[in-house]
Antibody, heavy 122, light 107 residues
Framework: QVQLQESGPGLVKPSQTLSLTCIVS??????????WSWIRQPAGKGLEWIGR???????SYNPSLRSRVTVSIDTSKNQFSLKLSSVSAADTAVYYC??????????????WGQGTPVTVSS | SSDLTQPPSVSVSPGQTANITCSGD??????VCWYQQKPGQSPVLVMY???RRPSGIPERFSGSNSGNTATLTISGTQAMDEADYYC??????????FGGGTKLTVL
């Protein structure tokens, strides 16, 4: 059974960098055809995709966040990470990591972590 | 445009059929998936590639996608189906796109 677990600080100061890690169990993220994504959800609002990484280290990002986002993978630790720089209150949200199946022009997120709340405040 | 539009809310009586729509330009030319999210919980995939149900999702959930509208249909709606539902597609220019979500109330 594949499980994902987010970890990281729950409070980040404005202008600083938000850093989160997603530990994956039940599958080796270094093999296979799955992608590994980050998604966020402000309180009471909808879902926003942030970016993804493949086992090779190749990445894709939401164009609206691309200038501030880095997603990376550590296959030796079976985990992947998110860094979001220059944060503001608008980045306050629950952050989810998720396994993404991607087939040509189709994708879906079939396994999600429990989510970790991050507040940006001084 | 890659925007996906969902009605903010849909109400249905127990045992009846709920239809949750998701609209977008030429959406029928793309694949759509759907997520169910209950309060305080992570989203759960309930439909992918328009019509495919993941293992463990009840048969009362079905999907369709044609023209500019995708629809998630819940037949014989139960109280446990009350949740927020999000559609999602992939667009070559903007990559992953989510709809704004629909709150399904079973009353």
């Amino acid at each position: 059974q594949v499980q994902l677990q987010e970890s990281g600080p729950g409070l980040v100061k404005p202008s600083q960098t938000l850093s989160l890690t997603c530990i994956v169990s039940g599958v080796s993220i270094g093999v296979g055809s799955d992608y590994w994504s980050w998604i966020r959800q402000p309180a009471g609002k909808g879902l926003e995709w942030i970016g993804r990484v493949f086992s090779s280290g190749s990445t894709s990002y939401n164009p609206s966040l691309r200038s501030r986002v880095t997603v990376s993978i550590d296959t030796s630790k079976n985990q992947f990470s998110l860094k979001l720089s220059s944060v503001s209150a608008a980045d306050t949200a629950v952050y989810y990591c998720a396994r993404e199946a991607k087939v040509v022009t189709s994708n879906w997120f079939d396994t999600w972590g429990q989510g970790t709340p991050v507040t940006v405040s001084s | 445009s890659s925007d996906l539009t969902q009605p903010p809310s849909v109400s249905v009586s127990p045992g009846q059929t709920a239809n949750i729509t998701c609209s977008g330009d030429k959406l029928g030319d793309k694949y759509v998936c759907w997520y169910q999210q209950k309060p305080g919980q992570s989203p759960v995939l309930v439909m992918y590639q328009d019509i495919r149900r993941p293992s463990g999702i009840p048969e009362r959930f079905s999907g369709s996608n044609s023209g500019n509208t995708a629809t998630l249909t819940i037949s014989g709606t139960q109280a446990m189906d009350e949740a927020d539902y999000y559609c999602q597609t992939w667009d070559r220019s903007t990559d992953v796109v989510f709809g704004g979500g629909t709150k399904l109330t079973v009353l």
